[in-house]
T-cell receptor
Framework: EDQVTQSPEALRLQEGESSSLNCSYTVSGLRGLFWYRQDPGKGPEFLFT???AGEEKEKERLKATLTKKESFLHITAPKPEDSATYLC??????????FGKGMKLTVNP | DAGVIQSPRHEVTEMGQEVTLRCKPISGHDYLFWYRQTMMRGLELLIYFNNNVPIDDSGMPEDRFSAKMPNASFSTLKIQPSEPRDSAVYFC??????????????FGEGSRLTVL
């Protein structure tokens, strides 16, 4: 069974304090690993897809990387508007995405 | 495009009542997913459709839950009878070819269900 574990569950940073979020996964035949952002009261919003180990994607202050067992979401010099819950998901042999429980990021000004 | 539209946004009902949640996917998308989100279990896939046909309903908790997609622009998730443990936020998401290999699901804003 495909599984995703995210750590830490919550993270509080000061504005400008860089950090990384971890997503560990087990999947049979990885077709893709995905990062989503979710704001309070909203549905998740797609950020990145990573397909193979060694791949990296960047968007503004976010950079996602992938190894054979885990993915990292690096946040460089975060701003308060980066506060959200970040979700990791994997797609294996079927069309469905299996999500982790998410990591709530709070960036204080 | 208006995005994925869900209704109602909030529903408060009493145990034993029937609940119907509705979803209008993005036009042209051929996959539709129903997820449930709780603090304890996170986002769980309940069922998904491809071209209006249910493909995998293994996540549906029990027979009290049912989902239909009568056409490409409408889907319902029904709970009958409802129980307090069904309280959660229910999300509908749509995609084209399940995002192909991009996994880009487009989520609605969710329906928050509270069963008293």
């Amino acid at each position: 069974e495909d599984q995703v574990t995210q750590s830490p569950e919550a993270l509080r940073l000061q504005e400008g304090e860089s950090s990384s979020l971890n997503c560990s996964y087990t999947v049979s035949g990885l077709r893709g690993l995905f990062w989503y952002r979710q704001d309070p009261g909203k549905g998740p919003e797609f950020l990145f897809t990573l397909y193979s180990a060694g791949e990296e994607k960047e968007k503004e202050r976010l950079k996602a990387t992938l190894t054979k067992k885990e993915s990292f979401l690096h946040i460089t010099a975060p701003k308060p508007e980066d506060s959200a819950t970040y979700l990791c998901a994997v797609q294996g042999g079927s069309e469905k995405l299996v999500f982790g429980k998410g990591m709530k990021l709070t960036v204080n000004p | 495009d208006a995005g994925v539209i869900q209704s109602p946004r909030h529903e408060v009902t009493e145990m034993g009542q029937e609940v119907t949640l509705r979803c209008k996917p993005i036009s042209g998308h051929d996959y539709l997913f129903w997820y449930r989100q709780t603090m304890m279990r996170g986002l769980e896939l309940l069922i998904y459709f491809n071209n209006n046909v249910p493909i995998d309903d293994s996540g549906m908790p029990e027979d009290r839950f049912s989902a239909k997609m009568p056409n490409a622009s409408f889907s319902t998730l029904k709970i009958q009878p409802s129980e307090p443990r069904d309280s959660a936020v229910y999300f509908c998401a749509s995609s084209f070819r399940a995002g192909g290999y991009t996994g880009e699901l487009f989520f609605g804003e969710g329906s928050r269900l509270t069963v008293l």
